[in-house]
């Protein structure tokens, strides 16, 4: 666990960027797999019908088999499609068997933009997200562009009760003691490691 002491959130998130970074191929490849057997048969995954997630960039802890359980199963899932720029918003988006994917300004691979197969956030079951750091209160540290945040900003006036169900993905080595977090936050209802979980709500 690292501790934030009084490390900026820019600081702070170098630093966690750098410990998932420093983690071997065959470490990642591991760590995959535990996370699958971590989710694969909660019930939480289970019962999610329309599920979005993220394909991994920059160290992130890697999702895609629980995505290919998710198709077996007859799940639809979705991935984040980024507006073309300027825009600061993204869109969750149906992904289709064998469908071909673009890079994005990021260099992100997405689907390509369809605006009939994209899906409205509050009517997902679950949302896995990528995170660069977490803690046990909720807390969330990403990549600090916003986009989850302004996605989700509707929930602010709302309790964690509503949809999706949110939950981070991340290696053990991302967690934080405390995040220091701002009013635009929207807290997780739990973190899920390679390890285990950290339940909130």
């Known amino acids: 666990m690292i501790e934030a002491g009084d490390l900026s959130r820019k600081a702070l ?11 071997g191929r065959s470490e ?24 979005a997630l993220y394909l991994p960039n ?18 639809s899932i979705y991935l984040p499609v980024l507006r073309r720029w300027p825009s600061t918003r993204m869109d969750f988006q149906r992904l289709r068997r064998n469908e071909g994917l673009v890079l994005n300004r990021f260099r992100i691979a997405q689907p390509r933009c369809k605006p009939a197969s994209r899906r409205p956030i ?18 969330r540290l990403g990549m600090g562009g ?21 939950l981070g993905l991340a290696h053990e080595c991302q967690k934080v003691d405390s995040l220091p977090l701002e009013a635009w936050d929207i807290p997780l209802h739990a973190a899920v490691t390679d390890r285990r979980w950290y339940a909130v709500i």
Not at 30 to 49: D, M
Not at 58 to 75: C, F, S, V, Y
């Open 13 to 23: 998130r170098q630093k966690l960027r750098k410990a998932r970074r420093a983690l």
């Open 28 to 51: 990642q490849r591991r760590a995959s797999v535990r996370l699958y057997k971590q989710l694969a048969q909660h019930p939480t995954f289970r019962r999610a019908r329309h599920i």
């Open 58 to 75: 920059d160290g992130e802890i890697d999702p895609t088999l629980l995505l290919l359980a998710a198709q077996r199963r007859g799940k």
């Open 122 to 139: 509050w009517t997902l079951d679950l949302l896995l997200l990528p995170l660069v750091g977490f803690d046990e209160q909720g807390g």
């Open 146 to 166: 916003g986009f989850y945040d302004r996605s989700l900003a509707y929930r602010r006036d709302r309790t964690q009760a509503g949809r999706p169900r949110l």
